[in-house]
């Protein structure tokens, strides 16, 4: 009787490990994320493997993964995320207009720069992607999905950002009436919009939030059912609270502390060029998100920001880079990744850059 006592209290603290290596405690070592965002195909081809680079993590948009790429990945050591375009709406919006998203003059959004958003609440829309996330899961090993475009519709990754007010398209404001149980008066598109925002602002707001985080909850409902080890990260706005009066919050419709019950791994896309800002900004918004989501080293979630190597709008020269990376290893971070691999491999001096110091990266401490 005794053994058959101590053998169930065995497997039962085997049980409790194996479900908080899932779900938040971690092991004694973390290993430091050094990714590449794209086709490590670039890299191949110049006769260099992964492992000789120092990388260990790629993240690949999931229309470029390959059975090849992930088996030969995995062979050199590294782990593959997908990136997973959760809210872009573009091809999709032209063919179901009906998932449009609608601005508050009751007109079908514009395309922000070169993003075409979406109807969140468009329940069609929302089978079409978790359907592409059951197959996507299915066909591949993979140690992640990395959320992106997880917003309402907007462009961040501008100096001067496109932040319309989206989306009251009958499903997002039925949806709204229903949640909150509040009566909109009758009216066109344009008048029910303008009385929410006039009457109801704080409850629309705060309910756009709870709609983006109902995307990230049943993303990794899904993704832990069919994947149970696999980790949950999310490609988002690196803004800080107050930046373009809280548009972050307010327009596109992330709010950390609900996220942060679904959400692994934050990767905030810090892409200094592309939004007009000095290479040093990288590892000021990394050490101040680490702060904002109070981050335990042993613990999700965790901080994996990705940097900018693309020259976009000009050159991103080699000592940007290697500023960037470092910064995007500040703070609380426990790992860094770079957009885009061919914007690295095509430049030896970056590549360089990206070897050095991946290769004289080990660990993270234990400790906090």
């Not at 053998?7 to 971690?26: D, E, N, P």
């Not at 590449?36 to 260099?48: A, H, L, N, Q, R």
Request: aromatic letters at 10%.
């Amino acid at each position: 009787m005794k053994k058959n006592i101590v053998t169930y209290i065995a497997l039962l603290i085997c049980l409790v490990l194996s479900a908080g290596a899932i779900y938040g405690q971690k092991p004694t070592e973390t290993p430091i994320i050094k990714g590449v965002y794209g086709s490590p195909t670039p890299f191949w081809e110049k006769g260099y493997t992964l492992k000789h680079l120092g990388v260990n993590s790629i993240f690949v948009h999931s229309g470029s993964l390959t059975a090849n790429m992930v088996k030969r990945a995995k062979l050199e050591g590294a782990m593959v995320f997908a990136e997973f375009a959760t809210l872009n709406g573009k091809n999709y919006v032209e063919e179901h207009p009906e998932a449009w998203a609608i601005n508050e003059k009751g007109e079908k959004a514009k395309a922000a720069s070169w993003f075409m958003g979406v109807c969140p609440t468009d329940p069609e829309f929302r089978k079409y992607r978790m359907d592409q996330l059951r197959q996507l899961l299915g066909d591949y090993e993979l140690d992640g999905v990395w959320m992106d475009y997880v917003h309402w519709h907007a462009q961040f990754e501008e100096p001067e950002p496109i932040l319309p007010e989206t989306c009251f398209s009958d499903s997002c404001i039925n949806t709204f009436s229903k949640d909150l149980r509040i009566k909109i008066p009758n009216g066109t598109t344009s008048e029910k919009a303008s009385w929410i925002l006039i009457n109801h602002e704080e409850q629309w707001r705060d309910w756009r939030c709870k709609i983006i985080y109902s995307w990230t909850k049943e993303i990794r409902e899904i993704t832990k059912t069919t994947r149970p080890k696999a980790l949950v990260g999310l490609y988002h706005c690196p803004w800080t609270d107050g930046e373009f009066n809280n548009a972050r919050q307010r327009i596109l419709g992330l709010d950390y502390k609900l996220l942060k019950k679904t959400v692994d791994v934050f990767s905030p896309m810090v892409y200094h060029q592309r939004m007009g800002r000095k290479p040093t900004w990288v590892k000021e918004n990394i050490a101040w998100l680490g702060k904002e989501l109070d981050i335990k080293k042993n613990n999700y979630p965790k901080i994996w920001p990705i940097v900018q190597a693309h020259n976009d709008p000009d050159t991103v020269t080699d000592v940007e880079f290697e500023t960037v990376l470092n910064g995007g290893l500040a703070g609380k971070s426990s790992g860094v990744m770079m957009f885009t691999t061919n914007a690295v491999a095509e430049d030896n001096a970056k590549t360089k850059v990206m070897k050095n110091l991946y290769r004289s990266l080990d660990t993270i401490p234990t400790s906090d």
